[in-house]
């Protein structure tokens, strides 16, 4: 539908239409100026900072590729609890039948190879994980200290220990560690495969202390960690005996997935490192405490 051109006041300035489209070009210059100062850091954007909300677009996600290695950082979730998520049927926990927090030595950092007298070794692309646990009810997102973390996900293979056939007798990429004064646990693991149905993605409960982590029954929360697309098939593409993660990965999105379909902004981890060195990764995680 068209609509009539504004009636001109009698005594209006004569500016005219290349005024207008001159006043329009700037505006829209000031616009971009502000969009680029912001992407600099020299000017803060609206809804940044601790107590932001937990939608996609509120997060972003750098990524610099080079001859030596990927980096990828995640936008950060500010203090938004982190969503509450399946544990899949693969928890380990007691709730579907397996239960490694059961067992002596699952309290560890390195969770690549079985224990408790298991001995096989999980191969693949290492990589070293650091979470920290903040608490969305804290003004200044304050560090929890005390509380445990449990890791567990699948092998390169796209195989979980405990259940998978060919490794129900092993319990490896499965620990538990205590977040020390600054909120923070670090593993030692690789990056995990890609099976059919699902983008790459680790799974973690956090429980109020060590000694509580024993059975499911004990945790406040339950979620999942994704990670970048770009790094996914940079290691899948390079990175030896991992089969079919690349075809896998290529058939998934993160909108068609059953969990991060809602978004990832809460629980993307941020990556930097090559296939050849391995790769460390960081993400921070709230929960109401």
């Not at 068209?2 to 207008?20: E, R, Y």
């Not at 129900?168 to 990056?191: K, P």
Request: proline share 4%; glycine share 12%.
């Amino acid at each position: 539908m068209k609509h009539p051109l504004p009636s001109i006041a009698p005594h209006a300035p004569p500016h005219g239409l290349q005024f207008d489209l001159q006043a329009l070009r700037e505006q829209l210059r000031r616009r971009q100026m502000l969009r680029w100062l912001a992407a600099a850091g020299a000017v803060p954007l609206v809804g940044t900072g601790c107590g932001g909300g937990g939608d996609a677009s509120s997060a972003s996600s750098t990524t610099t590729l080079s001859s030596t290695g990927t980096t990828t950082t995640a936008g950060a979730g500010a203090c938004s609890a982190v969503p509450e998520e399946t544990a899949g049927p693969y928890p380990g926990d007691g709730s579907n039948g397996a239960n490694a927090l059961s067992l002596s030595g699952i309290v560890r950092s390195d969770i690549r190879s079985s224990f408790n007298g298991a001995s096989a070794t999980a191969a693949g692309v290492p990589l070293s994980l650091t979470i920290t646990l903040a608490n969305s009810n804290s003004s200044s997102c304050g560090a929890l200290s005390g509380y445990a973390i449990y890791l567990w996900h699948c092998d390169r293979d796209g195989k979980y220990s405990l259940y998978s056939s060919g490794v129900t007798g092993e319990n490896y990429l499965r620990g538990v560690q205590a977040t020390d004064s600054a909120g923070q646990v670090s593993f030692q693991t690789i990056f995990p495969g890609c099976y059919d149905g699902r983008v790459p993605h680790m799974h973690f409960e956090v429980y109020r202390s060590t000694t509580t982590a024993t059975s499911y029954a004990n945790k406040l929360r339950t979620s999942q960690l994704a990670f970048p697309r770009d790094i996914c098939s940079t290691i899948y593409t390079n990175a030896s005996g991992y089969g079919s993660s690349l075809t896998n990965l290529n058939r998934t999105t993160f909108s068609s997935d059953t969990v991060f379909s809602d978004g990832t902004s809460l629980q993307m981890t941020s990556l930097s490192g090559s296939v050849a060195a391995g790769f460390t990764g960081s993400i921070t995680v709230a929960i109401a405490a």
